[in-house]
């Protein structure tokens, strides 16, 4: 016991000297940015360049200081020649450079992670630092090498596990914790990988993919930061809850600087909120829709059925359809997205045209003369219905919605699908945007380009809002005095426009829809369709992904039962994969139960080996003759048991019911009217004020828990959950959410694989 508390009091004092190091460097970092910022936008433009810069650089170091407060430092490595080397969330140096604490990605912090007895790659000890806030109350110490000069009484009695296993059984809350303290070898080989190529990440559930996804682009960040500091990293997630899940472990990791989105943000300034049949969502995934987007563009570029006669100055012209036909391919012989192509094409044509009536002048018109006539030819209104006709400029938006309004269209640009696959994603026009659609919006507009008309307008209005400005500084010099020509209101709109807050890259890159990233993460990635990566390829040109999933838990009917072959058409040969075997999450009893459900619906599933089992883990639960009221009222004490025993004040420990989407909403008001009888009415109130993203106690259908995890789970009728949309997959991924205990009541039979043995 006195060795012990030497061995606390000894690493407290290495602790509170990092923190004293790490709030040394947050008071430097604030002042010097106080200082940047008190400099104001004066100066020649390569002095605001310069200060916009250091700005930059200064709110992003100190966004990188203050997300590290918790576990800065969680790990001691003792090599073999006698050198103690610390790593932490950040790497630190004192006022000589001389490293004191080195960080996680560092190539010198691997041993923490790879070394074992057999390799220990040169270190004697490794030791795991358990904190709270700035407290140090545990050291867990693994000996490598007992040859090395270790001292003996540290190491006595002391095992590597207990990190691990600590971590696994802390209380889940409402935000995913990082595993940078307690990463494994063959998650470490992932997350030091190459930046180049696409690699695929297959794990079952529990694997700890998600956040060896995260902590690879936190790797990725730091090992390859020239490269993607100016590009960016793309996170892509399955829904927006799984987003704040997971939205504090980046910067707890030291980076601030990725995009989070999930697909149906990908597109600025689009809310696709609406929702699909499954039917519909898997036509609008085909990789057939590319073809039909195309052809809907190609459809409003045509030669009109006859010659159209127009009138200038009293002559008479011809607008041909040979001319048009002729004007319509030389345009496509530009290559040139639609609405840029379509500035060729009305040149063309109104060349032809500006010649026309050259003839009917018996002369032909010098280049004055003639660009007289052609901007002549622009504001004639039967010239402009009939170049618009034959080639009309569109919006995205515009095109899709038309495009699913229209059944005859649709049978016209779709022979390929069936008519019951036609009719599954006809809708009427001012339908809400959906998930589904954003792909087919971002293909549209990959054909369509930027339209000039809308690039002009937006100019103009650019313009018309500095002319405001202006007169507002007018206005406001003329009010207070301080005009006498010292200061000007232009200048003076101008200091307003250029002093506001200068946009990150993550922020340049989140508003801008054509932006390629250096390197894009997809988590859960089996539920994209064809579609939706095209879409995501057009993002990242040089194919640099990290792309994790399983494909057993794929329940999106338009998602991946194969990664090759859904991967293959859009990245091609250059994809490798790696496979994460351990289970960390789930109980052993509770994963094998999960295991023979999905191979008795002939799930593809990976071979998993579970770390660890916990007493009990497993109980099924019949309820016989007692009708709907029964069965909630069975789900609802299971329920308070197990919220009693995890429920916590500091939100630490969670319980979820898992229920066919139809039945959610009728659980989720009987769970709430009898928490206060079951649990008190204080504890229920308590629990009933927590925000929907922490709640301790929730109700959620089988696609809303894809990716989280809590510490008990009750799962309501899995033969009414493996009849759902998501099928087989749903009831797997339902079933290997706990941590700690799986509770199944059911009323029905139940699924194959799934006993009535607890």
Same mark, same amino acid.
């Given at each position: 016991?006195?060795?012990?508390?030497?061995?606390?009091?000894?690493?407290?004092?290495?602790?509170?000297?990092?923190?004293?190091?790490?709030?040394?460097?947050?008071?430097?970092?604030?002042?010097?940015?106080?200082?940047?910022?008190?400099?104001?936008?004066?100066?020649?433009?390569?002095?605001?360049?310069?200060?916009?810069?250091?700005?930059?650089?200064?709110?992003?170091?100190?966004?990188?200081?203050?997300?590290?407060?918790?576990?800065?430092?969680?790990?001691?490595?003792?090599?073999?020649?006698?050198?103690?080397?610390?790593?932490?969330?950040?790497?630190?140096?004192?006022?000589?450079?001389?490293?004191?604490?080195?960080?996680?990605?560092?190539?010198?912090?691997?041993?923490?992670?790879?070394?074992?007895?057999?390799?220990?790659?040169?270190?004697?000890?490794?030791?795991?630092?358990?904190?709270?806030?700035?407290?140090?109350?545990?050291?867990?110490?693994?000996?490598?090498?007992?040859?090395?000069?270790?001292?003996?009484?540290?190491?006595?009695?002391?095992?590597?596990?207990?990190?691990?296993?600590?971590?696994?059984?802390?209380?889940?809350?409402?935000?995913?914790?990082?595993?940078?303290?307690?990463?494994?070898?063959?998650?470490?080989?992932?997350?030091?990988?190459?930046?180049?190529?696409?690699?695929?990440?297959?794990?079952?559930?529990?694997?700890?993919?998600?956040?060896?996804?995260?902590?690879?682009?936190?790797?990725?960040?730091?090992?390859?930061?020239?490269?993607?500091?100016?590009?960016?990293?793309?996170?892509?997630?399955?829904?927006?809850?799984?987003?704040?899940?997971?939205?504090?472990?980046?910067?707890?990791?030291?980076?601030?600087?990725?995009?989070?989105?999930?697909?149906?943000?990908?597109?600025?300034?689009?809310?696709?909120?609406?929702?699909?049949?499954?039917?519909?969502?898997?036509?609008?995934?085909?990789?057939?829709?590319?073809?039909?987007?195309?052809?809907?563009?190609?459809?409003?570029?045509?030669?009109?059925?006859?010659?159209?006669?127009?009138?200038?100055?009293?002559?008479?012209?011809?607008?041909?359809?040979? &001319?048009?036909?002729? @004007?319509? *391919?030389? =345009? #496509?012989? !530009?290559? %040139?997205? $639609?609405?840029?192509?379509?500035?060729?094409?009305?040149?063309?044509?109104?060349?032809?045209?500006?010649?026309?009536?050259?003839?009917?002048?018996?002369?032909?018109?010098?280049?004055?003369?003639?660009?007289?006539?052609?901007?002549?030819?622009?504001?004639?209104?039967?010239?402009?219905?009939?170049?618009?006709?034959?080639?009309?400029?569109?919006?995205?938006?515009?095109?899709?919605?038309?495009?699913?309004?229209?059944?005859?269209?649709?049978?016209?640009?779709?022979?390929?699908?069936?008519?019951?696959?036609?009719?599954?994603?006809?809708?009427?026009?001012?339908?809400?945007?959906?998930?589904?659609?954003?792909?087919?919006?971002?293909?549209?507009?990959?054909?369509?380009?930027? &339209?000039?008309?809308? @690039?002009? *307008?937006? =100019? #103009?209005? !650019?313009? %018309?809002? $500095?002319?405001?400005?202006?007169?507002?500084?007018?206005?406001?010099?003329?009010?207070?005095?301080?005009?006498?020509?010292?200061?000007?209101?232009?200048?003076?709109?101008?200091?307003?426009?250029?002093?506001?807050?200068?946009?990150?890259?993550?922020?340049?890159?989140?508003?801008?829809?054509?932006?390629?990233?250096?390197?894009?993460?997809?988590?859960?990635?089996?539920?994209?369709?064809?579609?939706?990566?095209?879409?995501?390829?057009?993002?990242?040109?040089?194919?640099?992904?990290?792309?994790?999933?399983?494909?057993?838990?794929?329940?999106?009917?338009?998602?991946?039962?194969?990664?090759?072959?859904?991967?293959?058409?859009?990245?091609?040969?250059?994809?490798?994969?790696?496979?994460?075997?351990?289970?960390?999450?789930?109980?052993?009893?509770?994963?094998?139960?999960?295991?023979?459900?999905?191979?008795?619906?002939?799930?593809?599933?990976?071979?998993?080996?579970?770390?660890?089992?916990?007493?009990?883990?497993?109980?099924?639960?019949?309820?016989?003759?007692?009708?709907?009221?029964?069965?909630?009222?069975?789900?609802?004490?299971?329920?308070?048991?197990?919220?009693?025993?995890?429920?916590?004040?500091?939100?630490?420990?969670?319980?979820?019911?898992?229920?066919?989407?139809?039945?959610?909403?009728?659980?989720?008001?009987?769970?709430?009217?009898?928490?206060?009888?079951?649990?008190?009415?204080?504890?229920?109130?308590?629990?009933?004020?927590?925000?929907?993203?922490?709640?301790?106690?929730?109700?959620?259908?089988?696609?809303?828990?894809?990716?989280?995890?809590?510490?008990?789970?009750?799962?309501?009728?899995?033969?009414?959950?493996?009849?759902?949309?998501?099928?087989?997959?749903?009831?797997?991924?339902?079933?290997?959410?706990?941590?700690?205990?799986?509770?199944?009541?059911?009323?029905?039979?139940?699924?194959?694989?799934?006993?009535?043995?607890?």
């Amino acid at each position: 016991m006195a060795s012990r508390q030497h061995e606390l009091e000894s690493e407290q004092a290495v602790v509170d000297a990092l923190y004293e190091r790490l709030d040394e460097l947050r008071v430097r970092s604030r002042a010097r940015l106080a200082d940047v910022r008190r400099a104001g936008p004066s100066g020649s433009p390569q002095n605001r360049s310069e200060r916009d810069a250091f700005a930059t650089l200064y709110e992003d170091r100190l966004a990188q200081l203050e997300a590290v407060e918790d576990r800065l430092a969680f790990g001691r490595l003792d090599l073999a020649d006698g050198e103690q080397r610390y790593v932490g969330r950040i790497g630190l140096t004192d006022d000589d450079h001389a490293s004191v604490l080195t960080d996680w990605r560092a190539p010198a912090a691997q041993a923490f992670y790879r070394a074992t007895a057999v390799r220990p790659d040169g270190v004697a000890r490794r030791r795991h630092l358990v904190t709270r806030g700035r407290s140090v109350t545990g050291v867990e110490d693994e000996v490598l090498d007992l040859d090395a000069a270790v001292d003996a009484g540290a190491a006595s009695g002391l095992t590597g596990e207990g990190a691990l296993l600590a971590s696994l059984a802390t209380g889940r809350t409402g935000r995913m914790g990082d595993i940078v303290a307690t990463i494994q070898a063959e998650q470490d080989a992932i997350i030091r990988s190459a930046l180049d190529g696409a690699l695929v990440v297959q794990g079952g559930p529990g694997t700890g993919k998600t956040a060896v996804a995260l902590h690879r682009a936190a790797y990725l960040l730091y090992a390859h930061r020239r490269i993607l500091e100016r590009s960016g990293v793309l996170l892509v997630g399955p829904s927006r809850s799984f987003l704040r899940y997971i939205d504090q472990v980046l910067p707890s990791l030291g980076e601030t600087g990725v995009v989070s989105t999930t697909v149906a943000d990908l597109l600025p300034d689009l809310s696709a909120r609406g929702s699909d049949t499954s039917e519909a969502e898997r036509v609008k995934g085909l990789a057939l829709m590319a073809r039909v987007v195309r052809r809907a563009v190609r459809l409003r570029e045509r030669v009109p059925a006859a010659d159209v006669a127009v009138r200038l100055d009293g002559r008479d012209l011809t607008i041909r359809r040979r &001319d048009v036909r002729d @004007a319509i *391919a030389r =345009a #496509r012989r !530009a290559r %040139r997205p $639609h609405n840029l192509a379509r500035a060729v094409f009305v040149r063309d044509m109104l060349g032809r045209l500006a010649d026309q009536y050259g003839t009917t002048l018996g002369e032909r018109l010098v280049d004055q003369d003639r660009a007289e006539v052609i901007d002549d030819l622009r504001r004639v209104r039967e010239v402009r219905v009939a170049l618009n006709l034959a080639w009309l400029p569109m919006s995205p938006r515009w095109l899709v919605e038309d495009l699913l309004a229209k059944p005859e269209r649709l049978a016209t640009l779709a022979p390929e699908l069936s008519a019951g696959e036609r009719a599954a994603i006809v809708r009427p026009k001012g339908s809400a945007w959906t998930p589904a659609d954003v792909p087919l919006l971002d293909e549209a507009a990959e054909l369509l380009g930027e &339209d000039d008309q809308v @690039a002009t *307008a937006e =100019a #103009r209005a !650019a313009e %018309r809002e $500095h002319t405001a400005s202006v007169e507002y500084a007018r206005q406001v010099l003329e009010s207070t005095g301080a005009g006498g020509g010292l200061v000007d209101a232009r200048a003076l709109a101008d200091r307003f426009a250029g002093s506001g807050p200068r946009l990150t890259t993550a922020e340049r890159a989140a508003q801008d829809r054509t932006w390629t990233f250096g390197h894009v993460v997809v988590d859960e990635a089996q539920e994209l369709s064809a579609m939706a990566w095209r879409m995501l390829a057009r993002r990242c040109p040089t194919r640099s992904f990290t792309i994790v999933g399983d494909v057993a838990q794929t329940s999106s009917r338009a998602g991946a039962r194969s990664w090759s072959a859904m991967l293959g058409p859009v990245l091609g040969a250059a994809v490798r994969t790696a496979e994460l075997t351990v289970n960390y999450r789930t109980p052993a009893s509770v994963a094998d139960a999960a295991q023979a459900v999905a191979r008795a619906a002939c799930l593809p599933v990976s071979t998993l080996t579970s770390a660890r089992e916990v007493p009990d883990a497993l109980e099924v639960v019949r309820v016989a003759g007692a009708g709907r009221g029964g069965l909630e009222l069975a789900v609802v004490e299971h329920v308070a048991a197990l919220a009693a025993q995890t429920a916590s004040a500091d939100g630490a420990g969670r319980v979820a019911v898992v229920a066919h989407r139809d039945d959610a909403a009728a659980l989720a008001t009987a769970v709430r009217d009898a928490l206060p009888r079951l649990l008190g009415a204080a504890e229920a109130a308590r629990l009933a004020g927590q925000p929907p993203a922490d709640a301790q106690v929730v109700v959620l259908d089988p696609g809303s828990v894809k990716g989280l995890e809590f510490d008990d789970v009750v799962l309501v009728e899995p033969a009414r959950v493996l009849d759902g949309p998501g099928g087989a997959s749903d009831l797997y991924v339902a079933m290997t959410r706990p941590t700690r205990r799986l509770v199944v009541v059911h009323a029905q039979e139940l699924p194959d694989g799934l006993t009535g043995g607890a």
